[in-house]
């Protein structure tokens, strides 16, 4: 029986996190697509206000995929740890951090490592 409300409890914190990892990629979008209009009403160049769209929609993507993925580890390791799961999850993972890494060089301009990197040296 506490198998069962175990199980059901953490389904639903499972559920819980990947309807707000959808709600961040949805309201990213809407606040992006909004944020492009007001720059493109205060005279920002097209191309300008076109590359911070481009990087305001990846930073909503990239939390959003966080989000997802730590559903995706609840769902698996925590209910069904079978080794097809977690072989499917591995693959999951794989593709998500794939994207994660190739939308912070796309929005940073360079890769997340590097920021480490340049933080470190001395100014001046």
Request: proline letters at 2%; charged letters at 20%.
């Amino acid at each position: 029986m506490f198998f069962m409300d175990q199980e059901h409890l953490i389904t639903g914190a499972a559920r819980i996190v990947e309807m707000a990892g959808v709600a961040v990629l949805l309201l990213g979008a809407l606040v992006a697509a909004v944020a492009f209009a007001w720059r493109i009403l205060r005279d920002t160049s097209f191309h300008r206000a076109y590359h911070e769209l481009r990087a305001d929609l990846g930073r909503a993507i990239l939390l959003g995929l966080e989000l997802l993925v730590i559903a995706d580890i609840i769902g698996t390791v925590a209910i069904q740890p079978t080794f097809q799961n977690l072989g499917v999850l591995a693959v999951i993972v794989a593709i998500r951090t794939l994207l994660s890494f190739t939308l912070e060089l796309e929005v940073s301009g360079r890769w997340p490592w590097q920021r480490e990197e340049e933080e470190r040296k001395p100014a001046g």
